[in-house]
């Protein structure tokens, strides 16, 4: 159904969560030409404050910022014995489907592709080190996804997002853009992973992939400060085609090409067999690392974007739990574990994309690439790279609004950006940030701070860091 109920951001006097600061009032909306127009009347484009070029420039950013995942998902899932070419196939088939979705029904801008963390759960802990059969591990994934949606059913899911403290929710934009500009320094090869100190390092700077991040970073900043429209665009097409002569960028063989057919992954799920008692831990695990990573996802790139009123809140925000329940579910089924929003849909957010028409632009994309799988490996790292850490450093802005004068409030606050950085998962991080501030607060005998709900979710929180221990 058209979406012309959802309130236009920038009320006056409201505060954001991802440190954009006060929303000033200006003059009433004048009407526009296109206003009564299909597009207008489904996707609320200059309701939002938008205009569709904006749009599309914003989805075009999406897909050339998450098109990796195509590339990536595929080649992990492959090493748990899964069809390379038919994975392939049905991961960017789930991704078209979700996103597509996203963009119709909750009329929001991101795209939704399988979590890499999860991703990694499947094929290197359950099937490379446990010896669980694939679709076994499908299976887990798809209980996880039915969960979701049954908490959605209920409320539960917005419920537990409106708890959330204040101070946690700003929280959350920092220590995401933390971890997106980390995953920026990393994969140009800025920083480094040394074994020996069990730490990062500064990567060689000598590399072609590393100049380039940098002299990227540069640009994306110079054109940024000029207000210079599709900037994220033409940073990475830049880096991509300065990468060619350098060696970075490599150049497939062909472009076009028949995708294989889904039908050796597709629906081979074992759901039966997912429920074993010792499977247990695991089908939990997906389900709390995801849910905080897709709610903290949420929260931060809507931000961003504008979108959430003076409380931190999304208007609506069970459209989105449900399209992203029903990609859990879907994207087991048809091989694509752990479907999730990325954390490059920042990318759309900072380029101006406030509506679902930016998924609807990204979802095309992916589905282009069916044709032209091969185009995916043409972008390197090295292009996305700048990306990552202009998005993510920007968003470190949102910790001005955490009250640092009380321990109380800023230390869960702190922990929450910290540990998403030392544990490399967003969602743990969030799932400490929620601890830290129950057991602060009460330690502190401020238990009027602490919402009833926060005490109830303590339970499952000691044993999903059960889990993560044992």
Request: hydrophobic share 50%.
């Amino acid at each position: 159904m058209p979406h012309t109920d959802n309130p236009p951001p920038g009320q006056p006097g409201t505060t954001r969560p991802d440190g954009t600061g006060t929303a000033t009032a200006g003059p009433p909306p004048q009407p526009s030409p296109s206003g009564n127009s299909l597009l207008e009347r489904w996707f609320a484009v200059r309701a939002r404050g938008s205009t569709p070029r904006t749009e599309v420039l914003a989805g075009l950013s999406m897909f050339v910022a998450t098109a990796y995942a195509a590339v990536v998902v595929p080649g992990q899932l492959a090493k748990a014995g899964m069809p390379h070419g038919p994975v392939t196939t049905a991961v960017i088939l789930a991704v078209v489907l979700a996103t597509l979705a996203m963009g119709l029904a909750a009329n929001l801008p991101f795209v939704l592709a399988p979590g890499l963390g999860g991703v990694a759960l499947v094929a290197v802990t359950l099937v490379g080190q446990d010896h669980v059969p694939w679709d076994a591990a499908l299976g887990m994934v798809l209980w996880s996804g039915v969960a979701f949606l049954l908490l959605t059913l209920f409320g539960i899911r917005d419920l537990l997002t409106r708890l959330m403290p204040l101070n946690l929710k700003y929280a959350i934009s920092a220590g995401l853009g933390l971890y997106i500009a980390l995953l920026g320094f990393r994969d140009s090869g800025l920083v480094e992973a040394k074994p020996q100190s069990n730490s990062l390092t500064l990567g060689d700077l000598s590399q072609a992939p590393a100049l380039l991040a940098l002299g990227g970073l540069v640009l994306l900043a110079a054109l940024s400060s000029r207000k210079v429209p599709g900037a994220f665009l033409i940073t990475m097409a830049a880096v991509t085609v300065a990468g060619i002569p350098a060696g970075v960028t490599e150049l497939p063989d062909h472009l076009f090409g028949a995708p294989d057919s889904p039908g050796p992954v597709a629906f081979h799920v074992d759901v039966l067999g997912a429920l074993k008692p010792e499977y247990f831990p695991y089908i939990f695990a997906f389900f709390v690392s995801e849910f905080f990573s897709m709610t903290g996802t949420l929260l931060a790139v809507s931000g961003r974007a504008k979108l959430l009123d003076a409380d931190g809140n999304l208007p609506r925000m069970r459209r989105p739990f449900y399209v992203d329940s029903a990609a859990v579910i879907g994207g087991a089924g048809l091989g694509a574990p752990s479907m999730t929003a990325y954390l490059e849909s920042s990318a759309g957010a900072d380029s101006g994309g406030r509506t679902g028409l930016s998924s609807v632009v990204a979802a095309g994309g992916f589905a282009a690439l069916l044709l032209i799988t091969p185009f995916a490996t043409l972008i390197p790292s090295a292009a996305t790279a700048p990306v990552l850490m202009y998005i993510g450093l920007t968003m470190l802005g949102a910790l001005r609004k955490v009250d640092f004068s009380e321990p109380t409030t800023a230390l869960p606050a702190a922990l929450l950006v910290a540990t998403t950085v030392f544990f490399g998962n967003f969602g743990t991080g969030i799932a400490v940030g929620l601890a830290a501030h129950v057991l602060i607060k009460a330690a502190a005998g401020r238990f009027r701070e602490i919402p009833w709900g926060l005490w109830i979710v303590m339970i499952p929180l000691g044993y999903y860091f059960y889990t993560l221990v044992s």
